[in-house]
């Protein structure tokens, strides 16, 4: 107790330093909320959540030390970590924003303490969140940064729950040259589960014959190699990456003795019976020349690679692009074209090989005083065995901005329209979606907007249409209440939707701002009928 007596006067003490020059505190704070209640054929569950932000920022001498902090009610233990803490400082920030930065500063390492996503390359540590300490240094020339911590915690598996072993991650980088220019990197990542984190679920004489093991402790290791060359101010463009890795899918099965490999590859590789090995590769050229950009990309991920540290990358895929982006007349007009082909199926070892073709093209005009125009086109096929599904979609939207008077209009307009047709003549369908908003804004402290559409899906033998609009009423009380209400409706012929909310923000004396919200949905369609009332609060304050 007595220690939080003394947070008041720390937090006095911080201030009045940041006040006089060589400390400045700075952040936001806030706390969000919200409840649902639904009555009649819910077809989901209501829930309740309250969360808090909190983002203080200390700067001492020029250099921002931030802090990120997430804590909700959402968080339990028998899924993956929601709350998070972080502690960072990165010096390099200030010339990313183009701020004056002493000479020192562009030596000092950047760190990261808490819960943090590093991303080191595509294929070797990218989209893994850890908890833990990254460092990224740069002195010269020489690059160099270091991760390590825990990307999921240890949960039992049950009947409702996904069981997970407890997995820690380290990654090491080093190399010579900058990120945005020339450089060569190595990257090593070594990522293993705790295989007694967790309670095995063997099958036994006693439980169900289809009681199993659902997950297995896994074990990781990844060397990536990474090569950017940059000419002619970076004109010309190149990147290029190799990665190897072994995968053991259960560390506690046995070593196993190689006679013909030598000792010291056994103990580096530790080889087990469950383990398996493959590479990976990418190569980006970009050429940038007379305002237009070429690229291209070739990548390719063998069937049986798999890293750890980048859960949403693909394997068992070959794949090409090519694109070109130019703009005209001082970037009125711009333009851009893109192809790319993948496939699976690398080795053979599937029934089926599946490869898709993807084309992409658009077009937008944006002159001065006169509406502007966008134009997409793009085409998907996939092939399986004979078997070719095609999508064909076409995006239009146009606009403008003008004064009557003092009134301000931005109407807008927008059509899309997409095919597809498949392989079996099953599933085909035609679709369009056609909108027209108009947006006003008036002298005094009202705004509104509005938005009518329809939407059709043509089936082989049956057609639905879906009407849909919605309104957008503004007004400001006092310069600083700001009060709106919107109303959207869908009419089709399954059923019928309202939505009705009223948003209210406004100042509490000068200690923070709050915004209020009340919205009913009314539903009745084929599947049944249902009521629901939400309501969302928050605080904020910045300081």
Same mark, same amino acid.
């Given at each position: ?57 200390? !700067? ?150 289809? !009681? ?62 469950? =383990? ?15 305002? #237009? ?103 239009? =939207?146009?606009?403008?901005?003008? !004064? ?71 007004? !400001? ?35 923070? #701002? ?6 009913? #949905? ?19 304050? =910045?300081?």
């Amino acid at each position: 107790m007595a220690k939080l007596l003394h947070l008041p006067v720390l937090l006095s003490l911080v201030t009045a330093l940041g006040l006089a020059g060589p400390l400045q505190f700075s952040g936001s704070a806030s706390l969000q909320g919200n409840a649902e209640f639904i009555s009649g054929d819910a077809l989901r569950e209501p829930y309740s959540n309250l969360t808090l932000n909190i983002n203080p920022s200390l !700067t001492v001498f020029g250099i921002p030390i931030t802090t990120d902090i997430l804590l909700s009610t959402m968080e339990s233990d028998v899924r993956q970590a929601l709350n998070k803490f972080r502690i960072g400082l990165d010096p390099l920030s200030l010339l990313r924003q183009r701020l004056p930065v002493p000479g020192f500063m562009q030596y000092l390492p950047k760190v990261d303490f808490g819960t943090f996503s590093p991303s080191y390359s595509a294929l070797t540590l990218s989209g893994a969140t850890v908890t833990g300490l990254g460092i990224e240094y740069q002195p010269w020339k020489l690059y160099i940064a270091g991760a390590g911590g825990r990307t999921q915690r240890a949960i039992e598996g049950s009947d409702t729950t996904e069981p997970a072993y407890w997995r820690q991650l380290y990654a090491a980088r080093v190399g010579f040259g900058k990120k945005e220019a020339t450089h060569y990197y190595l990257t090593i990542l070594s990522v293993r589960d705790d295989s007694n984190s967790i309670e095995r679920n063997w099958p036994d004489t006693t439980a169900p014959a289809d !009681t199993i093991e659902v997950v297995t402790p896994q074990e990781n290791y990844v060397l990536g190699m990474e090569f950017n060359l940059s000419l002619f101010e970076d004109a010309f463009r190149l990147e290029s990456e190799v990665a190897g890795m072994e995968l053991i899918r259960d560390n506690r099965l046995p070593l196993v003795d190689h006679k013909q490999v030598p000792n010291w590859i056994e103990r580096l590789l530790r080889i087990r019976w469950s =383990s398996q090995f493959d590479y990976a590769y990418s190569v980006r050229p970009v050429v940038n020349v007379l305002e #237009t950009r070429v690229f291209g990309e070739v990548r390719m991920v063998g069937p049986g690679y798999r890293s750890l540290g980048a859960p949403a990358l693909r394997n068992d895929n070959l794949a090409f692009s090519a694109g070109v982006e130019r703009s005209f007349l001082n970037e009125a007009v711009s333009a851009s074209a893109s192809i790319s082909r993948e496939r699976d199926n690398l080795i053979g070892m599937k029934l089926t090989t599946t490869s898709f073709t993807t084309l992409a093209l658009a077009l937008n005009f944006a002159f001065p005083n006169i509406p502007y125009a966008s134009l997409g086109y793009s085409a998907c096929s996939q092939n399986s065995e004979g078997l070719s599904d095609r999508s064909h979609i076409v995006n239009l =939207s146009t606009g403008h901005s003008f !004064t009557t008077g003092a009134i301000s209009h931005s109407p807008s307009l927008s059509f899309s329209w997409q095919g597809h047709q498949s392989g079996t003549g099953d599933g085909d369908y035609v679709t369009f979606d056609l909108s027209l908003g108009h947006s006003l804004g008036f002298p005094f402290p009202l705004t509104a907007s509005a938005n009518l559409g329809l939407a059709r899906t043509a089936y082989q033998d049956s057609a639905e249409n879906r009407f849909y609009l919605s309104l957008a009423p503004g007004y !400001t009380i006092f310069g600083n209440w700001t009060n709106s209400l919107s109303f959207n409706g869908a009419f089709e012929k399954s059923g019928r939707r309202f939505d009705l909310g009223l948003n209210s923000s406004f100042p509490v004396w000068k200690l923070c #701002t709050a915004n209020l919200g009340i919205g009913r #949905t009314n539903y009745q369609g084929q599947d049944g009928s249902y009521n629901e009332w939400q309501l969302t609060g928050s605080l904020t304050k =910045s300081w």
